[in-house]
Structure formats: C-alpha cells, structure tokens
C-alpha cells in the first residue's frame, strides 16, 4: 500500500486499539454515564458525553462530576454499576475491522491490541464478536504499562511477539494512538473524521477503505 506522502509500504502486522477503533463502545458508555447521572439526580446530553469519554473515562467523569457538583469517585462508581449492565452485543465490532483482521490473518501477519480497557471486558468483547481468533496477543489495563501515548506497550508488544516495525501497523481513534505508535516506529492509522488535525501515516473514515488500501498490490 501506499500512503499520501507516496511512501510504499506491505503491512502484515496491526496493533489495534479497542474503544473507538475495533469497537463501536462510545454510545455504550455515554448511555451509561448518563444513567448514572440519572441515579444521582442530575443529567447531560448525550453527546456531550460521548465528546468528553472519547477524551478518556477519566476526563469524563471528573468533568461530569465538576459540572454537576457531584463526588467523582460516587460518580465512577455510579457509571461501573450501570455499564456492568451493559451487554458485548450492544457494542459491536465497526464495519470492516473483520475483513482487515482476516486480510492480516491471510498475509500470516499478526493481530495484536494495546488497550486501556481491562482484559476480562476486552475478551468479551472479542468473544461476543467473534473475534478471538483473529488476535494472537494483547496488552491491557491489568498489564500495568504507561497508558498511550507513552510507547512502553507498544514496544512490549513488538518485542514479544517478533514484529518487524516496518511491517506493522499501529491503529486507533485518538492522537495518543497515533502518537504512541509513531514513538514505537511503526506506521499509523487513524480511524475517523478525516478532517482531524492528526499527524498520522494514514487517515481513513472506514476499515472498508483501508481493507482495499490493504489488498492493493504496491507497484
């Protein structure tokens, strides 16, 4: 494939990252934040809550909480109850992450995830998708790296598993992805708005477009 710069590269391996990027959890976790809202007497838009958690669940709710005078730690403990009741099936895979796992899969490459997320919630994630199988590895919250954009994991992820960073590609929806993965030498894509002032190697607004960007032969 090729990036805009003109740059040709052959991408066997990816490093994914989970909300936001594999998996379409945003609303998810707005619609839990608001309930928990709810159970403490207060209220927001969704959407501004969903703004706030792609920041980071921490943002989120401590925002929430200035804003609507509330202790931060009832209020986190209020979104845990209320996102425990949700189910894997109500956060599904985006269109087009299964045909770029399977593309990477066929090239004998690797899938791998660095996440913030707990391991047992990304499992079922996986498990709910059907997923489990495209991916060989992760690193999560309980693995106790840095959190993105610093490279630690990104790093531990490549040195255990024998990836070649020139042949690796580093995914995500946020600029810590993108920045985390360029400090660990490795191509980035950044899945979004492609208007986002985002110093990635690649910018798509769906995996459709990046599993054609994937199977194109360099020339």
């Known amino acids: 494939m090729r990036t805009a710069d003109g740059r040709s ?3 066997r391996n990816v490093i994914w990252d989970v909300d936001g990027t594999l998996f379409d959890t945003y609303p998810a976790i707005a619609r839990a934040f608001r309930a928990a809202l709810n159970e403490l007497g207060r209220d927001a838009p969704l959407e501004r809550i969903a703004d706030l958690a792609r920041e ?3 943002r989120c709710a401590a925002t ?3 804003e609507h005078q509330l202790d931060p730690e009832v209020l986190e403990a209020a979104f845990g109850r209320q ?3 949700t189910r894997p099936g109500e956060q599904p895979p985006f269109p087009g992450v299964r045909e770029v796992c399977e593309h990477i899969r066929l090239l004998g490459g690797r899938n791998v995830i660095v996440t913030h997320r707990g391991q047992r919630a990304t499992t079922e994630l996986l498990a709910a998708a059907n997923l489990t199988g495209f991916f060989s590895d ?8 840095p959190r ?4 630690a994991a990104f790093n531990a992820i490549i040195e255990r598993n024998g990836l070649e960073r020139d042949e690796t590609m580093a995914i995500g929806d946020r600029e810590i992805d993108v ?3 360029s400090a660990a030498g490795v191509m980035t894509c950044f899945f979004g708005s492609v208007d986002t002032p985002v110093e990635a190697d690649l910018v ?3 995996f459709s477009e990046l599993a054609r960007l994937l199977e194109v032969p360099d020339r």
């Open 56 to 58: 980071s669940l921490g």
């Open 179 to 181: 920045r985390a993965g």
């Open 83 to 85: 996102y425990e009741r």
């Open 204 to 206: 798509i607004a769906d």
């Open 9 to 11: 590269h052959t991408i």
């Open 138 to 145: 992760s690193i999560t919250h309980a693995d106790g790296y």
């Open 64 to 66: 929430l909480a200035e």
């Open 148 to 151: 993105k954009p610093d490279p």
